[in-house]
């Protein structure tokens, strides 16, 4: 088998494999457009024949999106600010002083990782609860949130202050820097891609929460938007047009960061793979 044959073989089953993990993705931007009846017909349609365009601004007015949105931005946009200022600092010194009891440390707080959401609200509910931060329950979805995505953020920033040559800092130090200035004048410059790709990746994963939401804020005009979708859902739901529409809005920006940046975050990922 040539090199050509092999590699076309594999391009043709990558895209093969890229179909289907799309398609509910296509299959969710065409049911937005769909009418009642266009949705039920027998055998489905790939593209509708007359696309309702003005669902996407019913939807967004009646449902008050711009409220679930912003929602969602407060919480992620707080959720990374949080990770992002104490878990730099937490991944460096993790990244300089290296002893198996570290990374026996950091396997043991990786397995916390495993734990699903839904396992570890109701103790985060009652703890919450009892000292009084449900009474601003935004702070507390940022908060759980920061507890479960902290490991993950650290172990991807650790990776990349590893790939950061000691030599540097060491010269930095003869020139008389001290210990925090070499940090913020030579580490941190030369890690910042590392970092910016895993706050995008902490940024999209809070934006999404909805097990912590949906338990800890009780007023609608504080829920974020994953909470929002979840209100189309009831016994005799049937508006799959309007759900759809929703998760269009909600969805889309998401989808278009990622593909803009998708360079940038495979570059950050393996930031630390190779020294």
Known sequence: MSDTFRNRLMLAVALVLAAIYLFPLYWMYITALKTGSAMFATPPKFWPSEPQWSIYAFVWESRNMARYLWNSLVIAFGSVALIAVLGVGCAYVLARYRNVWVDIGLFLILMLQVLPASLMVTPIFVGFSQVGLLDTPRLAVILAIAAKSMPFFVVLVRATFMSVPMELEEAALVDGNSRIGAFFNIVLPLARNGILVSAILIFMQAFGEFVYSKSMI???????????????????????????????IYVTPILAAFILLQRRIVSGLTSGALK
């Open 218 to 248: 009780q007023a609608v005009e504080l829920q974020p938007a994953s909470v929002g979708l979840n209100t189309f859902m009831g016994p005799n739901t049937n508006e799959w047009n309007n759900i759809m529409a929703y998760a269009t």
